[in-house]
């Protein structure tokens, strides 16, 4: 076969079996494995390496994309000190991610502004880059989306997707009640979650107020007690972090004046 061809066929096998990496450097590596006289192995070996570390990177893009955070935060830019009520060992451990194996939950309970959102977001990004499927909802995006998925006859479609999740962010809990039909969606959701799939749950309410946004104590009892039942909870009670970045702001601006 001329030299030719045979290049011609070896970028048709690579495209064949989804190689593209190989594809784009082998000709690159085989020049420095020659330079470096590096054996047939150890060129083999760096390109199966290249395209496996391009092929991981790739597919943690994707899990971040479907995870659909509103924004990316890390737990590098949350200030502790700033929120000295968050536990933070508690935090730190909970990034390692073996609360997902454990099916257990997390709850972020306190004011507004208290990094709730930030937290769970971080936590949710982090179990991205470990390889969990995950997706973050605002609690009402959920309930509207379920409410669409019904109407559309296609809620069980929809909880087919979601039982694949690792972990699942229902972020902020207790901001709009919901309807009677809207609630029970919720809670039929949560229940199908119960031991198979983490939640992260925000909520600037304590339990004894989430009846008036479920609308009802008994399913109330039931919903929590699901969550509850194995489960962290992170309490986060200081003031408001915007809060307490503008007023820092207008001191400055007064002693400037
Ligand atoms: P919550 O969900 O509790 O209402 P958020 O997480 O939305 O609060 O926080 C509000 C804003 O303040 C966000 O931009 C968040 O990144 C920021 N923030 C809150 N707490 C901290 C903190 N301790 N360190 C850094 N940024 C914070
Ligand atoms: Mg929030």
New binding site residues.
């Given amino acids: 076969m001329s030299a030719n061809k045979q290049t011609l066929l070896l970028d048709h096998h690579l495209k064949k079996l989804k190689m593209p990496t190989m594809l784009r450097e082998y000709e690159k590596t085989a020049a420095l494995c020659r330079t470096e006289r590096a054996d047939y192995p150890q060129y083999l070996f760096r390109l199966s390496e290249m395209e496996l570390l391009e092929r991981e990177r790739r597919a943690k893009e994707r899990r971040i994309r479907d995870a659909g955070f509103p924004v990316i ?1 890390t737990l590098d ?4 000190k ?2 000295p009520s968050v536990n933070q060992e508690l935090v730190r451990g909970l990034m390692r991610g073996e609360y997902m194996d454990q099916k257990e939950n997390v709850l972020l309970i ?1 004011n ?7 937290l769970a977001t971080a936590l949710a990004f982090q179990a991205c880059c470990q390889g969990r499927a995950v997706r973050f909802f605002s609690t009402t995006g959920l309930v509207t989306q379920l409410l669409e998925r019904r109407e559309e006859k296609q809620l069980s479609k929809f909880h087919q997707k979601l039982a694949r999740l690792d972990l699942m962010v229902l972020d902020e809990l207790g901001y709009v009640p919901f309807s009677k039909a809207g609630a029970e969606l919720l809670f039929e959701c949560v229940s199908k979650a119960y031991e198979r799939t983490s939640l992260i749950v ?1 909520s600037n309410l304590p339990f004894e107020n989430w009846a008036e946004i479920m609308g009802s104590e008994r399913m109330t009892g039931a919903l929590i007690d699901r969550l509850t039942h194995r489960v962290h909870i992170l309490e ?1 009670n200081g003031e408001s ?2 809060l307490a970045e503008s007023k820092k702001r207008l001191k400055r601006n007064d002693r400037k004046s």
Avoid at 77 to 80: K, L, N, R
Avoid at 112 to 118: A, D, E, L, Q, R
């Fill in positions: 935060k830019t949350f200030d502790f700033a929120q306190g507004s502004g208290t990094g709730k959102s930030h925000t986060a972090y915007r």
